[in-house]
């Protein structure tokens, strides 16, 4: 069966990325099944994505948008432990982990960073996480080392007065992505304490490449029904297909068929956001064990784009708006009263004929306590993929393109 112009229409794509930490390809890897909960948190993890995607999709207005539902667990993850009482329920409940224990949880995250960044030749996936903590205030050392040793996370002791501090935190955000995002934070609040931040970075060659003589200029028709010419990529291969009553999609293969890109076409008579209701865990497993390989002409648009979302709001929306007031447990970080003061993500994705490489910085800001401070960091884009890895099944990356353009 051959599937012309695959992406004529406004689309959903499902990328699969990973991360690294400090293993290397010849250090045994503990098999992930063979972890206690190991699927059952990476289930979790994914109703948590698919969750967090919908409360994010329902406020953009705007095109193109993705998110990185690992880079965002990874970055409450090292938080979370330091919650307790209703706050570290809360965490529990909206990472939908029932009774795993917080080191239930700690080492199959530690095992997923383990796995997601064994990476082979063509393919790179790197994942920084660290604590910057503000050098006057008192951060309990059970914190700092559960998140050393299962989030490999580096902890850095500075001055929040020093404009420097600002900086220093900014490079090391624009290094681990390897330049795609330059920064992650404006300015250091008078009330900040501690910034736990997780980087993600992936880059991979396709397994069969575009051939960029076969590039065209062809129409692509937006959401209200206007047309925009854009750079569409075309090949042949024998690709898994998928269609059912509301969507087709294809699998495109990255090298060494670790990662994939699952684009999802919605049918003429649906949409995107018909796609975005019916996501969950459930239809996710039906959908994967339903592909078949076929012989599929596809075509699809070049794009790249960067966009930022504060998930305050999305976050609150899904249980954990007690970790935003001044009624936050955090007494497992310090015996200061503390609580979140934003979840700040940026992305960056970049699809061309060669491959893909994309980016994710994830921002946990935490302040003393102060009554009756509200903020919020509204950042409307919308467009949908999401990236999730073989071995574990996990997701890492999610979004959705509107209006795909390619400027380099």
């Not at 967090?52 to 207005?61: D, G, N, S, V």
């Not at 501690?194 to 397994?207: E, M, P, Q, T, V």
């Amino acid at each position: 069966m051959k599937l012309a112009h695959v992406l004529s229409l406004p689309f959903l794509i499902c990328i699969i990325t990973f991360q690294s930490c400090s293993t290397t390809d010849d250090e045994p890897l503990t098999p992930f099944d063979s972890i206690a909960k190991s699927q059952q948190i990476v289930t979790a993890n994914n109703d948590f994505a698919f969750s967090l995607f919908k409360e994010i999709a329902q406020t953009e207005t705007e095109n193109n948008f993705m998110i990185s539902p690992v880079s965002a667990s990874l970055a409450l993850g090292m938080v979370y432990n330091g919650a307790n009482g209703e706050t570290k329920q809360a965490f529990a409940n909206i990472f939908n982990y029932g009774n795993t224990t917080l080191e239930e949880t700690n080492l199959v995250n530690q095992n997923i960073i383990e796995n997601l960044t064994r990476t082979g030749s063509g393919t790179t996936l790197e994942i920084a996480n660290s604590l910057w903590v503000n050098n006057t205030f008192p951060v309990k050392e059970t914190f700092l080392k559960a998140n050393e040793t299962y989030y490999f996370a580096e902890v850095q002791n500075k001055d929040f007065n020093d404009p420097k501090t600002l900086e220093t935190i900014n490079n090391w955000v624009s290094n681990k992505t390897n330049g795609k995002i330059p920064s992650v934070l404006n300015h250091i609040s008078a009330n900040a304490v501690l910034y736990a931040i997780n980087a993600l970075y992936f880059k991979s060659d396709w397994k069969f490449r575009f051939r960029p003589e076969d590039t065209k200029s062809l129409p692509f028709q937006l959401d209200n029904g206007t047309v925009k010419q854009v750079d569409m990529m075309s090949m042949e291969q024998d690709l898994k297909f998928l269609s059912n009553t509301l969507f087709s999609s294809v699998e495109l293969p990255y090298k060494n068929d670790k990662y994939t890109m699952m684009l999802m076409l919605p049918h003429t008579d649906k949409t995107v956001d018909d796609i975005v209701a019916i996501l969950n865990s459930e239809n996710w497993m039906d959908w994967q064990n339903n592909y078949v390989v076929q012989d599929i002409k596809i075509t699809l648009p070049k794009f790249t784009f960067s966009y930022e979302k504060q998930f305050n709001d999305a976050l609150t929306n899904l249980g954990l708006g007690i970790a935003f007031t001044e009624n936050a447990n955090f007494s497992g970080l310090s015996d200061i009263n503390t609580q979140i003061s934003f979840v700040l993500q940026k992305t960056f994705i970049d699809v061309n004929e060669k491959g893909s490489e994309a980016a994710a910085v994830t921002a946990v800001g935490i302040e003393v306590t102060s009554i009756g401070e509200t903020r919020q960091f509204l950042l409307n884009r919308p467009f949908l993929f999401v990236i999730t890895e073989k071995e574990t099944g996990s997701i890492c990356f999610m979004g959705k393109v509107g209006i795909p353009e390619y400027e380099k």
